[in-house]
């Protein structure tokens, strides 16, 4: 069924035709914006040093539904969107008058609900207490971060499942120059909620799988049929035709070549488009605890995903989001300089993972110069 979806991995000749066409691309673009040769070599040069520390230069393209898609937190190409992220990102180097978004992604908790009980929820203090947000303000708060210049929303929790009908209206209502992301543990997500998410004009769902032994995923996310959940809608997912990730938390004692393989063998079998790694923080449930990795499981990591996403023998598996791997080498690519954290109590974080409390979301928002405001810094990165 996930086939009918028409997904691929192009070949590796594809690939490296592909890689030539963005890059053309983005010269093109920075020709049309500087107009200037110096200017535009700048700026591709930079890009360029991105690309490499975060990948290497050799990115896995996934071709979905006609179009290609880079990585989790970009636009597909060919698009509008894309075109606006790669002007955004050519606004850093070299400022330009064309529209860009102060924001490239943006985590906002929707909902305080959620029936799991995680190990590492980050949300741990706040689940389940009264909502802080109405349907209408919830509208308002993306609407103004829309008109700042949006590129990604990931809604999440709590479980944002469970505020099904109001994030539909979210979605369907909201200007399609935003993706919208439901970050989920897979809870009351079947095919028919899947397909109305897609019809509302969702990009993709992230689910969340910690393990790929039932029992283990089950303990960890603190509910029996977690597993089962998971897996259903991820298979839900790609029957709607909408991008799946699936998002694993790397444990100590998962953070192995054999673990990280397995688990990216099956995330793909299920039909995954990215597969994305988280490292343990000792925030929220986590909080005081001795869970951060060691530098010896970080570099079995490392090369793990070098290996997954460059290894000719693993070009079937999807493309790995690793980001403690490009906060290492690029510094923290959130704390507001492109993204930031919405609580499901509406406090402003750096990120999900370092819990800056900075401002409430609607005085930040409504603050004319919000520039004056700025998020607190990543203390790691
Ligand atoms: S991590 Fe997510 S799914 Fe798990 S308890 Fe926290 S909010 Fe719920």
Not at 114 to 136: A, G
Request: contains cysteine; aromatic residues 12%; charged residues 20%.
């Amino acid at each position: 069924m996930a086939d009918s979806i028409n997904r691929s991995r192009p070949s590796y000749f594809i690939q490296i035709a592909l890689r030539m066409r963005v890059r053309m691309h983005i010269v093109f673009l920075a020709f049309k914006v500087y107009r200037s040769i110096k200017k535009v070599k700048l700026v591709f040069s930079e890009i360029m040093k991105i690309d490499r520390k975060i990948s290497g230069g050799k990115r896995k393209y996934v071709l979905k539904n006609g179009k290609y898609w880079i990585g989790l937190y970009m636009p597909a190409f060919p698009s509008k969107n894309f075109d606006r992220y790669i002007l955004s990102e050519m606004n850093r180097f070299v400022p330009h008058t064309f529209a860009v978004n102060n924001f490239q992604q943006v985590n906002f908790a929707i909902t305080t609900k959620c029936p799991m009980r995680c190990e590492h929820c980050f949300e741990w203090d706040n689940l389940n207490l009264h909502e802080t947000f109405t349907k209408d303000e919830l509208k308002n708060v993306i609407s103004k971060l829309q008109a700042r210049g949006l590129g990604h929303i990931s809604l999440s929790g709590g479980e944002p499942m469970v505020r099904f009908n109001d994030m539909l209206e979210l979605i369907g209502d909201a200007d399609k120059s935003t993706a919208f992301w439901v970050l989920t543990s897979g809870f009351n997500l079947d095919f028919s909620r899947a397909q109305k998410l897609k019809q509302a004009g969702a990009t993709g769902v992230i689910v969340s799988l910690d393990d790929i032994t039932p029992e283990k995923h089950n303990r960890f996310r603190g509910h029996n049929q977690a597993y089962q959940l998971a897996t259903k809608a991820a298979q839900a997912t790609n029957q709607a035709g909408l991008m799946l990730a699936i998002s694993v938390c790397v444990l100590r004692e998962n953070a192995n070549a054999a673990f990280l393989t397995s688990h990216a063998e099956a995330a793909t079998a299920m039909g995954a488009d990215f597969i994305q790694w988280l490292e343990p923080k000792a925030e929220g449930n986590f909080r005081g605890k001795d869970v951060t990795l060691s530098t010896e499981q970080i570099i079995e990591m490392e090369k793990s995903f070098l290996s997954l996403n460059h290894d000719a023998q693993y070009l079937h598996i999807a493309p790995i989001m690793y980001h403690g791997y490009y906060q290492r080498r690029l510094g923290c690519l959130s704390a507001g300089k492109s993204s930031f954290y919405v609580d499901s109590r509406g406090m402003v974080h750096s990120c999900p993972f370092c819990h800056s409390s900075d401002y409430q979301i609607m005085d930040w928002l409504n603050n004319a110069d919000p520039k004056m405001n700025k998020i607190s810094a990543c203390p790691s990165y």
